[in-house]
């Protein structure tokens, strides 16, 4: 199973040290079915602590077919 990131929609910064990241994304390769993408938007509240970004708190949503 491949997942690569499609592009950016949000990064908005709540504090300095905390961020809100939605991103989407496509997932390839699963056997359950074989050829076919699933599109996926993940959301992620990121903390900098001690310089480094961490994901805190992340989700998934798989997009329906034929929505955006």
């Known amino acids: 199973t491949t997942a690569t ?20 994304s496509d997932m390839v390769g699963d056997e359950r079915s074989p050829g076919q993408t699933f599109r996926y938007r993940r959301t992620m509240l990121l903390t900098k602590l001690d ?14 077919d034929g929505l955006e």
């Open 51 to 64: 310089g480094v970004w961490r994901i805190a708190r992340g989700h998934n949503t798989r997009i329906a």
């Open 5 to 24: 990131v499609g592009g950016n929609e949000a990064l908005d910064f709540l504090a300095p040290n905390v961020a809100y990241l939605r991103v989407r």
